[in-house]
């Protein structure tokens, strides 16, 4: 519940609002005694309770004030007695959220509401972590039968991540109970990693490394005394290399993404700058396959957070695709358009090339590794299968989506929405 | 939230209710996730805990079910209340068939051996994921009770649908190619079509959530993007 959430603020104003009413009280009674002795000869009856009521307000104080010594004189000697809890909580790198008896949120650090979205104070926990090993923390918290527990919980989704929560009670008797996160995700990731890279690799390496085997086989026997033979086998030798060399390249910087799938909020970037210099270092490849790359931005200054690095890559890796599988339609138009409405605005950056378009049954599964719509038409163009798979990755590191719009015959739209936030 | 009310016990059957349906989406969305795991890796033991976990969900649903019949009976509820039981007691339905289905993509496990090609299985992991990442979503709204985020729903369906006819597609050219493929191949397309299923238990939840908050229904939804009733393989359609 909100209001109980926003009840549990510190307890230093709650003992000052009760200081300031017992004030009141105490004046009553002053003014009490001093009726009672101005009437003078007024029964002692009348005096005793106007006595007993002085006693009991300036009991309950007293009251309040050896409690918040109890507590607080381990600490006072050092001065953290003043630390606001708020303080301490922004101070702790990893997420961080404190909660009430009943679950509901009361607090979290920055680092939480970072990692975790849709967090908001008075919300139940319980309805957030839902996964069950959490619902086990929680109820064996709340219920005390432990004062202080660690479980590990993985969030699958958007990106995996694994995190240690250890989650214990605050203080004595205060009501409140924290849980800290602490990321585990890159070392998990990292053994996941060499496992899916030999799987993926060791498949698309094998390819071109037997092409090379055969044609050195040929080489020493057949083609021993052919030059002409030899000069034709070396080049194609020399482009299975270099296949093999992208390849590596581009698992490489995959592999670089999946390590660290989540981004901290980066600086700004210039978007129209960052594609403008996309747009020249393709410019050669462009030519060569007689583009015309068309620009449609609007005015003013377009910057988002994120990381120049990589948008340049995701922009290179969409242009660059335009300009080899969308050949045949003569010109590509990169576009930016600023979104105000709907609930997610930013800036939709729009590739589109007339090309031979993709079919329906293609477009939901081409950000898969290794998944190609037509093999041989993405060997002769150096493809590596990883392109798309590098650009989702980047994107769901940068909260953007990526949309395909495409329609056989008259060329593919690929959109990027970056959230403005 | 809801607001309060006199009756303090009244708030903690209302609180128990909600907080028992984020348990049972909680161990729904890891039934899923096992279950799929499984199949994709060919993990017998993931997929025998996956379907005798499946106990826990039907137990939840009786749970909501008794709780929300006892609170309408004894609290009399009016306007946001009975619609927050009646919505309980429909998602925690919708749950119990998630796991349901869950379930079954679990028992189909012992009937694909993995010699399959490795890009239906990632297809149907990606397709998982779409489904989870609806669901996750959902529950999400669920507890933040924040419906204006609600619209996304439907886009995910939409992805949901494309990818599905994608694989539906793939599989059929992969049983005509080899006909020692129909087995696996079939048992793999119930897997795909359970986990689209999924996805539109998910839609129904954002429904009912949907109604829950605002006391109305979603706006009409859109004609479906399953296009899997049309797919047919060239010269497997006898010549009219």
């Not at chain 1, 339609?329 to 993709?358: F, K, L, M």
């Not at chain 1, 590098?390 to 495409?406: C, D, F, G, T």
């Not at chain 2, 998630?98 to 990632?122: I, Y």
Request: proline residues 4%.
């Amino acid at each position: 519940m909100a209001e109980t959430g926003a009840g549990q603020d510190s307890r230093g104003q709650a003992l000052a609002a009760r200081l300031r009413r017992n004030r009141w009280l105490l004046a009553a009674a002053f003014v009490a005694v001093i009726a009672v002795y101005s009437f003078d000869g007024a029964s002692i009856y009348v005096l005793l309770p106007a006595l007993a009521l002085l006693a009991a307000a300036a009991m309950v104080p007293a009251d309040a004030e050896r409690r918040s010594t109890d507590t607080g004189a381990a600490i006072e000697a050092s001065g953290l007695q003043r630390l606001s809890g708020e303080y301490l909580a922004a101070a702790v790198a990893d997420p961080l959220i404190i909660f009430d008896h009943s679950a509901a949120m009361v607090h979290a650090n920055a680092a939480a509401f970072a990692a975790f979205g849709g967090l908001a104070p008075g919300m139940s926990l319980a309805l957030k972590f839902r996964a069950p090993e959490m619902q086990a923390l929680l109820d064996g918290i709340l219920s005390g039968e432990v004062a202080a527990d660690v479980v590990d919980y993985t969030e699958k989704l958007p990106v995996e991540r694994t995190y240690r929560v250890s989650a214990s009670t605050v203080g004595h008797a205060t009501g409140l109970y924290v849980l800290v996160f602490k990321d585990q995700s890159e070392t998990r990731r990292i053994d996941r990693m060499r496992a899916d890279f030999i799987a993926n690799a060791s498949h698309e390496l094998r390819t071109p490394l037997a092409s090379i085997a055969g044609f050195i086989e040929t080489l020493r026997g057949p083609a021993r005394n052919d030059p002409a033979a030899r000069d034709q086998f070396l080049q194609i030798m020399q482009n299975q290399t270099g296949r093999m060399a992208r390849l590596i390249d581009d698992l490489l910087s995959l592999s670089r993404l999946e390590m660290k799938p989540y981004l901290r909020p980066g600086t700004a970037v210039d978007l129209r700058q960052t594609i403008d210099s996309v747009i020249d270092s393709l410019g050669p490849l462009a030519s060569e396959n007689g583009i015309i790359i068309e620009r449609d931005f609007i005015d003013g200054p377009v910057s988002v957070p994120g990381d120049r690095d990589e948008l340049f890559q995701v922009f290179e890796n969409l242009l660059e695709n335009a300009c080899k599988y969308g050949q045949s339609g003569g010109r590509v138009t990169v576009s930016i358009a600023r979104v105000e409405d709907g609930q997610d605005p930013g800036i939709d950056v729009t590739i589109r090339d007339y090309g031979p378009g993709i079919a329906e049954e293609h477009i939901p599964r081409i950000t898969e590794r290794f998944y190609r719509v037509d093999v041989e038409n993405s060997r002769t163009q150096k493809g590596t299968g990883l392109g798309l798979s590098i650009v989702k990755h980047i994107l769901s590191r940068h909260n953007a989506r990526l949309s395909i719009k495409s329609e056989v015959g008259k060329g593919a739209a690929f959109t990027v929405h970056l959230p403005a936030r | 939230m809801q607001s309060v009310h006199t009756v303090s016990a009244y708030d903690e059957e209302l609180k128990f209710l909600s907080k028992r349906i984020a348990a049972m989406g909680g161990h729904a969305e890891r039934m899923v996730e096992q279950a799929v795991a499984a199949l994709v890796n060919v993990d017998h033991g993931l997929a025998q805990k996956v379907i005798q976990d499946d106990i826990v969900l039907d137990e939840g649903q009786r749970e909501i079910d008794d709780k929300a019949i006892i609170i309408i009976a004894r609290r009399q509820p009016m306007a946001t209340d009975l619609r927050e039981i009646v919505g309980a007691i429909r998602i925690s339905a919708d749950i119990e068939r998630v796991g349901d289905l869950g379930k079954n993509v679990a028992k189909r496990v012992a009937s694909v051996d993995g010699r399959q090609p490795n890009s239906l299985f990632r297809g149907i992991e990606a397709l998982a994921n779409l489904a989870l990442t609806q669901l996750k979503e959902v529950l999400d709204v669920y507890a933040s009770r924040s419906v204006e985020r609600i619209g996304f729903v439907r886009d995910r369906d939409d992805q949901i649908d494309a990818m599905y006819t994608s694989l539906f597609r793939e599989l059929l050219t992969y049983m005509m190619e080899d006909p020692r493929n129909i087995t696996p191949c079939t048992h793999l397309l119930f897997c795909a079509k359970n986990i689209e299923r999924i996805g539109d238990h998910a839609t129904n939840i954002a429904e009912t959530i949907y109604y829950i908050v605002t006391g109305d229904q979603m706006p009409a939804e859109r004609p479906k993007g399953d296009k899997t009733d049309k797919v047919v393989l060239p010269g497997t359609v006898p010549a009219k």
